[in-house]
Each structure stands twice: as C-alpha cells, then as structure tokens.
C-alpha cells in the first residue's frame, strides 16, 4: 500500500479508509478524518526522510460478517538506507457492501 511516491497516491489510499478514523496508541486516543490519518501522516514521514514501507508479516482474522483485524509490521525504508519497524492492528467494517478500514492501534512490535 505504502510504495515509493506514496504521497503522489493519498487519494486512492483514501478510499479504503472510513471518514473518520480511531487511533490509538500510548500518547492516547485520537479521532483523524481521512485527510489527517493519509495525507498528513504521508507528508510527515516524507520530511523525515521516509521513502516507502513494505509488508513484513500479515495475519488477518475475521471476527464475524461485517469485522476483521489485521495484525501487521510494517517494514519501513528510509533515504539513508537505514529500516525501522512498526506495528498495529487494523480493524476493517464492512459497509455498504465495501472493506474499509476504521481502526488503528499502535502497538509494540514483537521480537
């Protein structure tokens, strides 16, 4: 999802994403608007010299017919070349017939 030049695509990214997203993570509870969860988060880690982020494992488990979680760490690429990880849960809603992403959980990654 998160390719190089990800900043160009934050419209199509936008449309797997509820409205208004939660995010949570130890600095608290947020509620974001799209705008602030993609475009914003996207420009930021743009200045701090992020390039893109690759998919370093993925479990998904459906909780029943309209709910899912995704579990994912995420592989970070930066311009000096260095990596970091990342992880959260991702919970998914089916609406009107279509996934969209409403959840974000922030969360430490394993060893």
């Known amino acids: ?5 990800a900043w160009d695509r934050a419209d199509e990214f936008a449309q797997y994403l509820t409205e208004v997203i939660t995010y949570r993570s130890d ?9 602030e969860f993609v ?3 996207l420009e930021v880690w743009r200045s701090e010299g ?15 017919a309209t709910t899912s979680v995704f579990d994912i760490k ?16 991702y919970f998914a809603d089916k609406i009107e017939e279509k996934w969209l992403l409403s959840q974000h959980i922030v969360m430490a990654c394993p060893d």
């Open 74 to 89: 995420w592989r970070d690429l930066n311009h000096d070349g260095s990596t970091e990880y990342e992880c959260g849960w």
């Open 50 to 64: 992020w390039l893109g982020t690759e998919v370093e494992k993925l479990d998904t488990k459906l909780l029943n």
């Open 39 to 41: 475009v914003d988060s």
């Open 1 to 5: 999802m998160y390719a190089e030049n």
């Open 27 to 35: 600095e608290g509870h947020y509620k974001l608007n799209v705008n």
